[in-house]
């Protein structure tokens, strides 16, 4: 008799952070992909110092792309970029692909690791100011 996982949905068994986190690890190993958390990744890319080439490269977005960019180094979801710039999460997405076709880059992690090492990852701009 095999062991089947119990499914954790449903409000009997709500998914939490963990829970997700480690289901997008097992898709991410499934596809020969690695998966770390976000805060590991920003604690790693705080350690990057701003390189030159890095920063020919982000030079070469527009300033949304540059507002999306800075806002997806900072962790931010779709749906909180878009919140914070006052546009939709499918134009947040739209600029996503753009910057990582700019950038030659397969991700948003990669999209992180490009802004802080152009020392540009100072989180979504203030919609305030």
Do not use: C, F, Y
């Not at 753009?98 to 992180?112: T, Y």
Request: hydrophobic fraction near 40%.
């Amino acid at each position: 008799m095999q062991h089947r996982p119990r499914q954790l949905r449903g409000d009997r068994h709500p998914v939490g952070p963990a829970e997700r986190l480690a289901g997008e690890q097992v898709r991410a190993a499934m596809a020969g992909d690695t998966l770390i958390s976000p805060q590991l990744t920003v604690r790693l890319l705080r350690r990057l110092q701003p390189l030159p080439a890095a920063a020919a490269g982000v030079s070469g977005l527009t300033g949304r792309e540059r507002d999306v960019a800075r806002a997806v180094a900072a962790g931010g979801t779709n749906a909180e970029i878009a919140e914070s710039l006052s546009i939709s999460a499918g134009t947040v997405k739209t600029h996503v692909a753009s910057i990582q076709a700019k950038l030659g880059v397969r991700n948003r992690v990669g999209i992180a690791a490009r802004m802080w090492a152009a020392g540009e990852a100072g989180g979504p701009p203030d919609p305030a100011g």
